[in-house]
């Protein structure tokens, strides 16, 4: 299954292994992201935005707790 290929019909979850490729199994594309650390009414947030501009005018972004985020690649 291409990374162009979507997973939409019934039985092909069931083809995809266990522990998928996000690019190759998924479809997903990589992409950078810049992280902006702010307060807001007191609190932490971190906004995540693409590095890739046009991506914007999508609502491509992320506003997070940073409680809520962690590194994937450590939490393994």
Do not use: H
Request: charged share 35%; glycine share 6%; aromatic share 8%.
């Amino acid at each position: 299954m291409g990374a162009t290929e979507m997973l939409d019909a019934p039985g092909e979850w069931d083809e995809v292994r266990s522990d998928p490729d996000p690019e190759d199994d998924l479809g997903y594309e990589p992409l950078e992201w810049d992280l902006i650390r702010t307060e807001q009414m007191g609190e932490d947030q971190w906004v995540f935005l693409p590095e890739d501009g046009d991506l914007l005018e999508e609502d491509a972004f992320i506003v997070a707790n940073p409680n809520a985020v962690c590194d994937l690649a450590t939490k393994l």
